[in-house]
């Protein structure tokens, strides 16, 4: 069973920068990606970023290319996500997600190809 935790949420004004980490527990980085999805109120989880653990190839949402960028720590099993330039639609919960299937480029997008889960941090952008 891999754990998941997520840190570094908070409120920031539009502009800021904000990186958030997701810590697993042993065995997280013999997954195959994490993830990162995020959820506004009243709007369905979407996926943000991922990065696979062997290799570091990453797969950037199109909303998110220049702004945001994923990055990893094998030895601390943690997953970074950087988010620079953030805009107040950028305000959500950031969940991280791993991922132990080996996944074509299309499935990273999918909530329903991760089967472990942090809680959740939440990230505020006031304009």
């Known amino acids: 069973q891999v754990q998941l935790v997520e840190s570094g949420g908070g409120l920031v004004q539009a502009g800021d920068s904000l990186r958030l980490s997701c810590t697993g527990s042993?065995?997280?980085?013999?997954?195959?990606?994490t993830a990162w999805f995020r959820q506004a109120l009243g709007r369905e989880r979407e996926f943000v970023t991922a990065i696979t653990w062997r290799g570091g190839s990453t797969y950037p949402a199109d909303f998110v290319k220049g702004r945001f960028t994923i990055s990893k720590d094998n030895a601390k099993n943690t997953v970074y996500l950087q988010m620079n330039s953030l805009k107040p639609e950028d305000t959500a919960v950031y969940y991280c997600a791993a991922s132990s299937i080996i996944m074509a480029n299309i499935e990273f997008v999918s909530s329903a190809n991760y089967a472990y889960w942090g809680q959740g941090t939440q990230v505020t952008v006031s304009s």
């Open positions: 042993r065995g997280a980085s013999s997954t195959y990606a």
